[in-house]
Nanobody, 122 residues
Framework: QVRLEESGGGSVQAGGSLSLSCVASGFTSEDYCMGWFLQRPGQEREWIATSYYDNNIISSSSYNARFFVTRDSAKNILSLQMTSLRPDDTAMYYC????????????????WGQGTQVTVSS
């Protein structure tokens, strides 16, 4: 059974930094896509970044100047380093996984974590 567990959320002041981690378990190989998403209250879930099986990362232009994603495939961990945080970054952050790791459209994300809350105060 696949499981994704996020950690590292919390409260921070504007301009600060926060790191999130997602540990995946239950996959039979390392060939799967992993990604980070955020969801603000009352809004749709928004894509932040995707990691392919080879650790190649692509990320949204809305965040790639401040948010940095890395993947440790050996440990099945996807990390999200967030810097220069702003109040509008306040959201629930979700880790997702699925697919074969080579092609990673949003539809392959069938496994989701419970999410971790990030609150940025001004």
């Amino acid at each position: 059974q696949v499981r994704l567990e996020e950690s590292g959320g919390g409260s921070v002041q504007a301009g600060g930094s926060l790191s999130l981690s997602c540990v995946a378990s239950g996959f039979t190989s390392e060939d799967y896509c992993m990604g980070w998403f955020l969801q603000r209250p009352g809004q749709e879930r928004e894509w932040i970044a995707t990691s392919y099986y080879d650790n190649n990362i692509i990320s949204s232009s809305s965040y790639n100047a401040r948010f940095f994603v890395t993947r440790d495939s050996a440990k099945n961990i996807l990390s999200l380093q967030m810097t220069s945080l702003r109040p509008d970054d306040t959201a629930m952050y979700y880790c997702a996984a699925g697919g074969n790791g080579a092609v990673c459209p949003r539809a392959v994300y069938v496994h989701w974590g419970q999410g971790t809350q990030v609150t940025v105060s001004s």
